[in-house]
């Protein structure tokens, strides 16, 4: 049956995902303009600074979100969050000193790190289990959107004439931010944090809205049974009991979804193909084409997510971009580096990270935890996949010049080897199953 009233909300959730997509990727056409003398006049180090420092912010953004979300709420956190990002993005375009730009990134890190938690976080506790995977999904397709479109505005805006192109690059994203504001003034509190809360009349509302009269008492007394018999849980109990496995669980599958190279394609892919000969000008084809297949992927997997469950993509997931990766670091040990060629490798290697890797590692997050922790654990997960993306990001230019293409991308393919049966040993499947049901089966 379709849902028009969750799928809105759900919507409205996920643009904080597209602006996690478009404010991690508009960097890439804001600093050829940044570094001219006659903006900021940047030297390497502070290039490389201004591009990196969002993703410092990101970090401290899902660590400071975590206690609020649980004393205030996911609603208000999520409204704080759109405002941050409106006050950056007017910050970051207005800004007229290199240290003003910075201080600015960084909260709009913030921004970031702080939706790339609370979104996931959000859908998965208003929804219900059968359209659970989909609607977290549909959160990594605006991901993607937001990665995708930053390129292409940038490319439009590129040709504006003057100096202050890298403005509205920026000031652009005030149209998103605001509808995010807007939007998120209209949604519902989430029903597992009003029972929480002690407003279970309230809870009850919101779960027939999303999920219809017939359902909802019996969803509502799933939830007070796992609340009822706890305290809400501290942050220092996360590695405590039979929640250790599960957290450690949450934190590898955080880790790994970086570690097989994903942000290595993102972030560096125009330069990978120029490498192979293909030239500056493909740059925006390339990028066309890189989106296309992120977004037939991502559908694909929203489609499957549900009747194949998350256990088997993972699985076909990691077997897929290994191989791929596998192959790319052959055609550079073996100098069969063309152009054509090595597209082909990593839109491969893409095409399965959308289908697994990509949407599943967020809804697995968000489902995972027990209900009476789930902010603190969601919080420590995603500040150990935003650490493990500057990690990756930050040391990928040094292994390409000392390991050579050939061994950096056979790490990336142990990795995916790692996950594979990481996913084999220790990942139950969750589809169809409520939060509580998989709370149970998880804890106990
Ligand atoms: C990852 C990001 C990545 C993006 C690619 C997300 O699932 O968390 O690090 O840049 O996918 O679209």
Not at 347 to 359: E, V
Request: aromatic share 12%.
């Amino acid at each position: 049956m379709m849902r028009p009233y969750l799928i809105l909300v759900c919507f409205a959730a996920a643009i904080g995902g597209f602006l996690f997509g478009f404010d991690t990727s508009v960097i890439s056409g804001v600093v050829e303009f940044i570094e001219t003398p006659q903006v900021f006049g940047l030297d390497e180090i502070q290039k490389g600074w201004a591009v990196s420092c969002i993703i410092i912010g990101c970090m401290l953004g899902c660590v400071l979100t975590g206690k609020p979300s649980q004393l205030f709420g996911r609603k208000k956190m999520l409204l704080i969050t759109a405002f941050l990002f409106l006050f950056s993005t007017l910050g970051c375009a207005l800004s007229d000193s290199f240290t003003a730009f910075i201080i600015y990134r960084i909260l709009a890190g913030v921004a970031v790190g702080s939706a790339s938690m609370l979104a996931p976080m959000y859908i998965s506790e208003i929804t219900p289990p059968e359209w659970r995977g989909k609607m977290v999904s549909f959160n990594q397709l605006a991901t993607f959107t937001g990665q995708a479109l930053a390129f292409v505005s940038n490319n439009i805006l590129y040709k504006v004439d003057g100096t202050d192109n890298w403005r509205y690059m920026l000031g652009i994203m005030i149209v998103p931010s605001g509808l995010f504001l807007i939007f998120l003034l209209f949604v519902p509190e989430s029903p597992r944090w009003l029972v929480q809360n002690n407003r279970k009349g309230k809870a009850l509302d919101v779960l027939t809205r999303v999920n219809g009269a017939g359902n909802a008492q019996s969803e509502l007394e799933e939830i007070i049974d796992s609340l009822e018999k706890t305290v809400v849980g501290k942050f220092s109990e996360l590695f405590r009991g039979k929640m250790k496995k599960v957290m450690i669980i949450g934190i590898l599958l955080a880790i790994f979804q970086q570690v097989t190279g994903i942000n290595v394609i993102m972030y560096y892919a125009p330069a990978i193909f120029k490498s192979t000969g293909l030239g500056n000008e493909s740059a925006l084809f390339q990028t066309m084409i890189m989106g296309l297949v992120n977004l037939t992927f991502t559908v694909i997997s929203i489609l499957l997510i549900e009747r194949l469950g998350r256990r088997l993509l993972m699985l076909i997931g990691s077997v897929g971009m290994g191989v791929f990766l596998a192959a790319v670091s052959i055609a550079y040990f073996t100098g069969h580096f063309n152009g054509i060629i090595v597209l082909v490798f990593i839109m491969g290697y893409l095409a399965f990270f959308a289908l697994s890797l990509g949407p599943v590692v967020w809804v697995l997050i968000g489902e995972i935890f027990p209900n009476r922790i789930r902010s603190h654990a969601v919080s420590l997960a995603v500040f150990c996949l935003w650490t493990a993306n500057f990690l990756v990001s930050f040391s990928f230019p040094f292994l390409l010049s000392h390991l050579k293409g050939g061994f950096t991308f056979l790490i990336y393919t142990i990795m995916c080897v790692l996950c594979f049966i990481f996913v084999l040993q220790y990942l139950v499947e969750t589809k169809g199953k409520t939060l509580e049901q998989i709370e149970k089966e998880m804890i106990g």
